[in-house]
T-cell receptor, first 112, second 115 residues
Framework: SQQGEEDPQALSIQEGENATMNCSYKTSINNLQWYRQNSGRGLVHLIL?????REKHSGRLRVTLDTSKKSSSLLITASRAADTASYFCATDAKRAGNMLTFGGGTRLMVKP | EAGVAQSPRYKIIEKRQSVAFWCNPI?????LYWYQQILGQGPKLLIQFQNNGVVDDSQLPKDRFSAERLKGVDSTLKIQPAKLEDSAVYLC?????????????FGPGTRLTVL
């Protein structure tokens, strides 16, 4: 079973708009990561937020984490057509091994 | 720096046939992972190696799937015999040892189609 679930499953926006994707998970975590996957490619790590952090920024990306609600959000500001991809959250539960459990992903389409 | 290499990129087989996938992780990465990604879903961890030892294989269907990492570098994932539901992309990833904060680096994947 998947630990994280993304919402929405699909999102279509115009270039320049902001895109927000949400992730919910079930068990206590050490950290939460967001990955991007372009069609037919492997996953690329975007950002990691630790369980004791509430917000993190990286370029046009902003991630928030609310451990009380077991949820996270990824905001992409000023989106570009090149941001079109699937976005996955991944969590590692409080156990050894760095094992990640991925959600089902949000498919983002940015129209030029 | 070279990334995670996987081969083949695509494979089409008949059900009940056997297939093997190969992965070469980033140099120096002691931890190696195999994931199965079914179309429209997120990746699911099949097995994790630390050097040449198995850390977790709880989601590996051991009646048909096997994996090895001899010498703690390259790894091979085998399916024998394949079923229709094994059609998926098989992703290999690697990371430095150092739980719990290391990011994983993914290869391009092998797309398997079982007919």
């Amino acid at each position: 079973s998947q630990q994280g679930e993304e919402d929405p499953q699909a999102l279509s926006i115009q270039e320049g708009e902001n895109a927000t994707m949400n992730c919910s998970y079930k068990t206590s975590i050490n950290n939460l990561q967001w990955y991007r996957q372009n069609s037919g490619r492997g996953l690329v790590h975007l950002i990691l937020i630790r369980s004791n952090e509430r917000e993190k920024h990286s370029g046009r990306l902003r991630v928030t984490l609310d451990t009380s609600k077991k949820s996270s959000s990824l905001l992409i500001t000023a989106s570009r057509a090149a941001d079109t991809a699937s976005y996955f959250c991944a969590t590692d539960a409080k156990r050894a091994g760095n094992m990640l459990t991925f959600g089902g992903g949000t498919r983002l389409m940015v129209k030029p | 720096e070279a990334g995670v290499a996987q081969s083949p990129r695509y494979k089409i087989i008949e059900k009940r046939q056997s297939v093997a996938f190969w992965c070469n992780p980033i140099s120096g990465h002691a931890t190696l992972y195999w994931y199965q990604q079914i179309l429209g879903q997120g990746p699911k961890l099949l097995i994790q190696f630390q050097n040449n030892g198995v850390v977790d294989d709880s989601q590996l269907p051991k009646d048909r799937f096997s994996a090895e990492r001899l010498k703690g570098v390259d790894s091979t994932l085998k399916i024998q015999p394949a079923k229709l539901e094994d059609s998926a992309v098989y992703l290999c990833a690697s990371s430095l040892p150092g739980w719990p904060y290391n990011e994983q680096f993914f290869g391009p994947g092998t797309r398997l189609t079982v007919l």
